[in-house]
């Protein structure tokens, strides 16, 4: 009887023995193994995002302040800061269809794959969302794969009104051979005939926060420019600007202000950069700063733009009309000023420009610390970090 207790009690034992092994150990161990990929998946993503991290924080680690870093290449067409304001939307002409790109490069993504052909221009509604593409001579409403609408014949110029709900343009009516400048919803309908003019080769320039549309000849050195401005919303037609050759302007942010350039004579080249206001434009005041308007950006305090000055202009050049036609480029450097007070700091300094740039199609991140431009001698996309 001792001994089968002792026999039961051994067996017993071992049961229970076995059944905890199994409990604690083996089943646990069972479970891990159920999910070993899961558990591995996890961990790669926290390392890919902690590399991404890492990697993107190196990037802009390595751009200081005055940095010229070029972060695409050639064949950028009309680049712009996208609706979400974190990258850069543009069209490539080399490598066909949208692109878009993070502010320091290291991210670039094809939107779609459309290629143009004789693509001209593309206008971005104020809010980056609408494309509207002049193609030839003709000008089309544009969505992401779909096929451009056009908006009509015999359009000239075109341009948005401040909030984007619109469009305005210049028509030549083919029946009266009258020219017009013209409202319409963005496809054209609904339009309105605002002014006849006597050009249809003027341009249109909608002035930011007011209801007021400038036209005017295209600067031209041989031309005294007579900028005139309208109210969509109806109204007498206004005198604005005149009696300089060669002119070109960009508005301030505000609409209150505003940077024109010109030249001194009739086919000359001696340029001159001054600063007026919209409301009382008989009064300039010289910049001494002889460079291109279309060489400058405003910032958003309406005081401070940044400009390149372009050097390197020959001799006999006839300006802007052989710099607009590309007989030359220019050589430039890079400066902030104060349109108030005329101070002027460089932003890059001459020893960090180590290849030529001929700067065009300028404009600045949200945030206002990175200047982009195109470089005109090779069509890139640069940044300089402010």
Known sequence: MRKLFIVSTVVLFLLITSFLV?????KKDNTFSEIPSEKKSIKSEENKVKKENTDQSSVEKTLVQGEIKKIADNGVFFPVVDETKNKIKYYSKNEGGFWEISFDGSFKKKIVDEKFSNLNAIIWSPDKKNIILKINSDFYNYKYGETPKKIKDNISYLVWSNLGDKIIYIYRNINTNEKEINIADMNGGNWKKLVNIENDKNMLFAIPQTSLVVFGSKANSQ????????????????????????????????????????????????????????????EFVNLNFPTLASKCVWTKNNKTIYCALASGIPEDAIMPNDYQSKKFYTVDSFWKIDTETGKKDRVVKMDDITEKIDATNLFLSPNEDILFFINRRNDSLYRITL
Do not use: C, R
Not at 273 to 282: F, R, S, V
């Open 22 to 26: 199994y409990k604690f150990i083996l």
């Open 223 to 282: 031309i005294k420019t007579n900028f005139k401005a309208i109210s969509i919303v109806g109204g007498s037609v206004d005198n604005i600007i005149k009696g300089k050759f060669g002119a070109d302007y960009v508005w301030s942010p505000n609409g209150e202000k505003f940077i024109i350039s010109s030249v001194i004579e009739k086919n000359g080249n001696n340029m001159a950069l001054e600063t007026g206001k919209t409301n009382k434009t008989e």
